[in-house]
């Protein structure tokens, strides 16, 4: 069975830093996407960054020079480094991976159980 493993969440304040990373964990044939979504609350999960095995990276427009995604193939991780942080910033965090857990199996998605990230402002 794949986990998802997340740290690094917590209470900063506002023009503050943070790093999430994220470890997957158990049967894995390969990886495609990995990357990082919230929800705060009273709305729909949205995407904040995501990069594929070849390095590709999706960001959010909203984190756009904010936030940096990175990834260790190696490793299965992916990590998110949050600079500039401002209350909006606030929401549970969410890792996901889109991965093969053989090699004639069908990509499917996966999610770690959150992290809370708090902006005061």
């Known amino acids: 069975q794949v986990r998802l493993v997340e740290s690094g969440g917590g209470l900063v304040q506002a023009g503050g830093s943070l790093r999430l990373s994220c470890v997957a964990t158990?049967?894995?044939?390969?990886?495609?996407?990995m990357g990082w979504y919230r929800q705060a609350p009273v709305k729909q999960r949205e995407l904040v960054a995501t990069?594929?095995?070849?390095?590709?990276?999706n960001t959010a427009a909203s984190v756009k020079g904010r936030f940096t995604i990175s990834r260790d193939n190696a490793k299965n991780t992916v990590t998110i480094q949050m600079n500039n942080l401002n209350p909006e910033d606030t929401a549970v965090y969410y890792c996901?991976?889109?991965?093969?857990?053989?090699?004639?199996?069908?990509?499917?998605?996966?999610w770690g159980q959150g992290t809370q990230v708090t902006v005061s402002s």
């Open positions: 990069i594929t095995s070849g390095g590709i990276i």
């Open positions: 996901n991976a889109n991965l093969r857990t053989t090699w004639y199996g069908q990509e499917t998605d996966v």
């Open positions: 158990g049967r894995i044939f390969s990886i495609n996407a």
